[in-house]
């Protein structure tokens, strides 16, 4: 296949001028040669195509892909990482990953609570403030988490998301609304087990690839798995392969992960972060249907790299699943078009 590469390069915003932290949702040099290498291992022709605003300048030309490997993650507003995806929608080109409607969703941390909360799944209770700071909408007692509603890499997150006295809560969520011109997603913190799990697939074909449990070494922030511990992940943070098979609460962890996954719609593979309150109990934080994909540094391939999956297995698994949602689409338009 002939497969384009949507994507947001960290090194072209840092030499426009944004700041580190305002890019660290995008992706190195290395992240985006690592995937066109893969491709190209797999039989593929690669087509660097880049952000947004290349996209559509791209496809305005005339320019189609069978297929684009969409890793963009949109520089405005909470819709950003549906941006691309829309586009390749509205010209009827495939690509992988969640569509539109998803990411849009579970950018939103607190919309996300919400359905996954009614569709039966648990999540610590929380508040969603905005710039007010209001906390009588807080119907429950500290301690409290609070980050940004509508960020990722753990933006936003430090050792003062914890707040223990509830005094605390409107001064912090001012600040963070000060910085991010955002709201703010008030959680209970829970004090127990952390875990990120890795899924793959597309509805009933998902499934879990496995569990890495997220254990803070010493010199990390305490108590979080914060912005400044996954930049440093390499001498700050342990991740050790958790097993259903041996431990009845990954298996727990891992059939709400699944769930709430299929539940999402999400497609092809994602994370799932999930923490434990005191006895035990998992309960679900949030989901990336566009987690990042740097093969030494991301999540999904380190976990992959603790499963002995090749990068370029969890690569083909990727394409592999699109092209089937692809392929079902084809084949129904075929049968309607022969009617």
């Known amino acids: 296949m002939k497969i384009g590469l949507t994507y947001d390069l960290r090194s072209e915003y840092l030499a426009m001028g944004y700041g580190e932290e305002e890019t660290a949702e995008f992706d190195r040099d290395d992240t985006v040669l690592a995937v066109e290498k893969a491709l190209i291992a797999l039989g593929h022709a690669t087509d660097r195509i880049g952000h947004a605003r290349s996209l559509t300048k791209r496809l305005v030309a005339g320019d189609r892909w069978d297929l684009v490997f969409n890793i963009a993650e949109g520089l405005y507003g909470v819709g950003r990482e549906a941006q691309v995806p829309a586009i390749l929608d509205l010209y009827q080109v495939p690509y992988t990953f969640s569509d539109p409607m998803v990411l849009g969703l579970t950018l939103d941390k607190g919309m996300t609570k919400h359905v996954v909360r009614d569709c039966g799944f648990p999540t610590p209770d929380f508040a969603v403030l905005d710039d007010s700071a209001n906390i009588s909408q807080v119907a429950f007692d500290p301690p409290y988490f609070v980050k940004p509603l509508a960020e990722g890499t753990s933006k936003g997150i430090n050792a003062d998301s914890i707040i223990r006295i509830k005094d605390l809560l409107a001064p912090a969520c001012r600040r963070l609304f000060a910085q991010f011109q955002q709201p703010v997603l008030v959680e209970q913190y829970l004090g127990g087990r952390e875990f990120t799990i890795g899924l793959t697939g597309t509805g009933?074909?998902?499934?879990?690839?496995?569990?890495?449990?997220?254990?803070?070494?010493s010199g990390a922030e305490k108590g979080v798995y914060s912005y400044a511990n996954k930049e440093r992940c390499e001498e700050l943070v342990q991740y050790r392969l958790a097993r259903a098979d041996e431990d009845p609460v990954i298996r727990k962890a891992e059939t709400i992960a699944l769930g709430i996954y299929r539940t999402l719609g999400c497609r092809d593979a994602g994370r799932l972060d999930v923490r434990c309150d005191e006895v035990g109990q998992p309960f679900f934080l949030e989901i990336?249907?566009?987690?990042?994909?740097?093969?030494?540094?991301?999540?999904?391939?380190?976990?992959?790299?603790?499963?002995?999956?090749?990068?370029?297995?969890?690569?083909?698994?990727?394409?592999?699943?699109?092209?089937?949602?692809?392929?079902?689409?084809?084949?129904?338009?075929?049968?309607?078009?022969?009617?």
């Open 204 to 217: 009933a074909s998902a499934k879990v690839l496995g569990t890495l449990e997220v254990i803070l070494l």
């Open 288 to 339: 990336n249907p566009l987690a990042g994909i740097h093969p030494e540094h991301s999540d999904l391939p380190i976990l992959c790299n603790h499963l002995q999956i090749p990068y370029v297995e969890l690569i083909r698994r990727i394409i592999a699943s699109a092209a089937e949602r692809v392929n079902t689409i084809s084949s129904k338009q075929i049968r309607k078009a022969q009617r």
